[in-house]
C-alpha cells in the first residue's frame, strides 16, 4: 500500500489551492472581477505545483493528451489578467474540464462513500452514469 507523506510543503500546496478555489468563486459571485479571478487562477496552479511538486506538475500539463486543456487554461488566465473575464472563465473551465478529467471517476468513487450524498450516487441512473466514464484515462 502507498502512503500519502504530508510534509509541509503538500500543506501548504493544499491550502493555496483551496485558497484559489475560494477566490475564483467569488471572482465569480462578484460577477467576474477580474482581480480577484487573477488571484485565485494565481494561488490555484502554485497550489498544485506545491502540492504535487514542480517535475510532476511539469509533467502533468505537458503531457500530450493534455496538451488542449493546458492551452485554453492558458489563454482563459491570459484573457482574464487582460480585462475579459467571461470569455477567460469559459476557457479556463472547459481547460480545467479537459485537465482533471481523469480524476472524476475517483471523485465518483469518494462521493459514493460519503453517508448522505453517497446514498444519491449509488442509485442506479446516476452509478451508470459513473461507470461509462470510469478508467479511460490516468490522470497523472
Known amino acids: 500500500m502507498v502512503s500519502f507523506e504530508m510534509n509541509d510543503r503538500k500543506k501548504i500546496g493544499l491550502g493555496l489551492t483551496g485558497f484559489g478555489i475560494f477566490f475564483s468563486f467569488l471572482g465569480v459571485i462578484f460577477f ?18 506545491l502540492t504535487i511538486g514542480l517535475k510532476s506538475s511539469m509533467q ?3 503531457k500530450r493528451s493534455n496538451f ?16 475579459w473575464p467571461v470569455l477567460g472563465m469559459i476557457l479556463e473551465a472547459y481547460g480545467f474540464i479537459i485537465l482533471f478529467s481523469g480524476f472524476w471517476p475517483t471523485l465518483a468513487v469518494f462521493i459514493q462513500k460519503i453517508p448522505i450524498l453517497g446514498w444519491v450516487f449509488q442509485q442506479p441512473f446516476v452509478r451508470s452514469l459513473f461507470d461509462r466514464n470510469r478508467g479511460k484515462r490516468v490522470p497523472v
Not at 32 to 49: C, E, H, Q
Open 68 to 83: 488542449k486543456g493546458t492551452i485554453s487554461f492558458g489563454v482563459g488566465f491570459f484573457l482574464v489578467v487582460i480585462g
Open 32 to 49: 467576474f472581477d477580474k482581480g480577484l479571478l487573477a488571484m485565485g487562477n494565481i494561488l490555484f496552479i502554485s497550489g498544485v505545483t
Open 60 to 62: 502533468f500539463f505537458m
